[in-house]
């Protein structure tokens, strides 16, 4: 394998790679891609080259995608307001299908963006090869659900072909009835059941930052829940955060939030010794 023909040029050295590549080798990393900043072209781009990379690498990838800011365009551009139960956006039927459509569209050209540039994808939703089943996570919000079943012989079949399975944050209920699935939590559902060595998730922030502002590289799950209750941590980073402790707790060796605005944040986390964000461990 021809390393330098693969890798970025402002990727991380070939040396720091060859390590790594060689510890990940057998193993399956799950990464969620999704959040404000993703609608940006270029950063979407950024993140195909990438994933490409580790697939012609050898690794076996997985990608949870969200969706939020594109559906909620589709939303704005149809004219329909949205109700809202603590914070969370109430799903009815009219609802419940835009946000279906948006999300398999975004598969899609995540697959298609892949396959030009050489790696195969896979798209697996709600209207195809469907991999999560779910609960109602609450009457009141509507079509809302929460993981239950992760089929996860789909996902291993398309991983033995070296295809990247390409999964949207829906999930089917009592009579085939589509849920939408809060991104974040249908990565660490998925993560768990594959047992991953690591779970990816892309933000739109550093990492998990200390009391000075400043990144923490490695940190663990006793210390991270002290800084929730000293509110260190606060706000939107929860149950980001809280997503990462399940994990770590249920099977995931480590779980990395990192800046995926930053090119090639991805490879830095994965094939350098500093990573490029936080790696939280159990």
Known sequence: ?????????????????????E??????????????????REIFDNFIKDLSVLNKLGLQVVVVHGGGPRIKRELSKQNIE??????????????????????????????????????????????????????PEQKELGFVGVPDKIITETIFGKLKNNIIPIISPLGLGENKQTYNINGDHAAGAVAKSLKSRRLLLMTNVEGVLNREKKLISEINSSKIIEMIEDKTITEGMIPKINTCLDAVKNDVTAVGIIDGRKPRSVLFELFSDKGSGTLIRK
């Not at 510890?23 to 940006?40: A, P, Q, R």
């Open 82 to 135: 949205s109700k809202f139960v603590r914070g969370l956006r109430v799903t009815d039927e009219k609802i419940i299908n835009i946000v279906e459509t948006v999300l398999i569209d975004f598969n899609e050209d995540i697959v298609n963006s892949l396959k030009k540039i050489g790696s195969q994808a896979a798209s697996l939703h709600t209207k195809k090869d469907n991999v999560i089943e779910i609960i």
């Open 23 to 40: 510890k990940y080798k057998n193993e399956i990393i799950v990464i969620k891609y999704g959040g404000n900043v993703f609608i940006d």
């Open 1 to 21: 394998m021809d390393l330098k023909k693969i890798l970025p040029t402002d990727g991380p050295p070939v040396e720091e790679v060859l390590k790594y590549v």
